[in-house]
């Protein structure tokens, strides 16, 4: 068995990994900003007494973690325009759709978050006088935000993964890039071990940089 | 003309569920006095505390602070209907509520914590707040822990200063729920001395408690409850020295060893 490992083939195309990153870099950008923004929004209902806020948000977490990521992209960008009239591109409909997706999980890990704060917390909150807004922002959340760090880190190398998805709506991403590559050059061993690389070296510095952060709350106290 | 009460409760009731915790209550207290409540474990001590500033909410009769109605407010044709959040917040920031388990916010340092009503609730500017914190932390005895972070303090430490986190608020009256029952024993006394000085400033206070030395010594009145009741409301002499109901009597007998 005498395999022959080209990576000279690899490094001359090297511009489409560039590009692929870009695109990937992008996709975890707008994806990660609507993940968390109604991630944050749905974790707070979900944490509400009030069933009013409390039942929306949990039939969407569910909904979104029990059926599978690609159905959901494939329904945002091929059946919502038939539905609503409203057509997005690739780009902005893969980020929206992982986007959704992740929302459901950090929903999650903001309410676990949350719920794991002593109530003598937001009691003590309440009894100088703070609104709940004011509780939550100044007292419950920086201190919720340390405990959601490593699975917060989880969620983002899983996200940031999760945008090769976007290949099926022939979005430009490093895997779909790669795949294009593939077709030309027939080294689809030398390619994904490439595209792998690439996403440890994009993940990597975030995880580091959690252990870090882990490090300095505990050292502190 | 007689001094209005700054506390005055009637007919209060409250259940969780099926049970009933406060089986209507009344008692009053005078701008400057000492309210003591003693009594078993699962008497309700606690829950009245924390209905006074609306920590919990009640199902029946009123509390007033202030000459206002908490928690509460009267419609049109005198009925109650739950008050706005903003004027509960208000008469919040005007009582200091102390804590059995301290409850200081442990990503603040002590400075912190202590400014965090006065800048974030009252809006004040942080130099002034933080003038007076230091103040504040002076007269616990916390001078030098300004910096700290919660953690690093003993529990009398602690206290300490979510004593002074509520006083940074200056609040017109001030509850403590058990603030020395999480202590050691060596840890008892600095609390209790910062709060015996309190006292003989002329503060509001409405303490429940388990140090009968504290009730007798520094509390106006002492109020004995059991099973969601008044059980006994009257000076210390008369509770420890002389108390009228049986249940009073054989409570002290086994708290008093």
Known sequence: MGYVWQWQMIWDYRQVFYRGVEVTAILTFWALLIGMALGLVLGLMRSSRAAWLRVPAAVYIDVFRATPILVQLVWIYYALPILTGVQMGNIASASVGIGLHAAAYIAEIFRAGIASIDRGQSDAAKSLGMSYGQAMRRIILPQAVRRMVPPFINEFATLMKLTTLGSVLAVNELLHEAENLINNTYRPLETYTVVAIVFGLLIYPFIWLSQRLEQHWKTRG | MIEKPIIRVEGLRKNFGKLEVLRGLGFEVKRGEVLAIIGPSGSGKSTLLRCLNFLEDYQAGEIHFEEQLVGYRRDAKGRLKPDTESSIRRIRARMGMVFQSFNLFPHKTVLENVIEGPVIVRGESRGAAEARARALLERVGLADKVATYPTKLSGGQQQRAAIARALAMQPAAMLFDE???????????????????????????????????????????????????????????????????????????????
Do not use: K, W, Y
């Not at chain 2, 509001?204 to 030395?213: I, L, N, S, Y």
């Open chain 2, 179 to 257: 603030p020395t029952s999480a202590l050691d024993p060596e840890l008892v006394g600095e609390v209790l001395e910062v709060m015996q000085s309190l006292a003989a400033e002329g503060m509001t206070m409405v303490v429940v408690t388990h140090e009968m030395g504290f009730a007798r010594q520094v509390a106006d009145r002492v109020m004995m409850m059991d099973r969601g009741e008044i059980v006994e409301l009257g000076p210390p002499s008369q509770i420890f020295g002389a108390p009228e109901s049986p249940r009073t009597a054989e409570f002290l007998r086994r708290v008093l060893h």
